[in-house]
């Protein structure tokens, strides 16, 4: 669970910049392994675009699609 990441986006209107930093902060959270189907650099790395791209499906699901 990334706290940092879902403390820093509490209580804000959500926009795309809001969600690349809650993304950048939630892959410092993580410690991915490595293993045959990647590094934990390449792991960590998807980890802060998963996060923006659930926030921004989320978003547009609820009807409220990410604004700059």
């Known amino acids: 669970r990334a706290n940092r990441a879902e403390a ?4 804000q209107r959500l926009t795309a910049s809001l969600a690349g930093e809650a993304g950048e902060i939630a892959m410092g ?4 392994i490595s ?9 960590r790395k998807m980890v802060k ?3 923006k791209r659930a926030l921004a499906e989320a978003a547009a699901q609820a009807g409220y ?3 700059n």
């Open 35 to 43: 293993d045959a189907h990647g590094s934990a650099g390449y792991r």
């Open 8 to 11: 820093v986006l509490r209580g």
């Open 65 to 67: 699609p990410l604004s």
């Open 49 to 51: 675009v998963f996060v």
């Open 29 to 32: 959270e993580v410690s991915p």
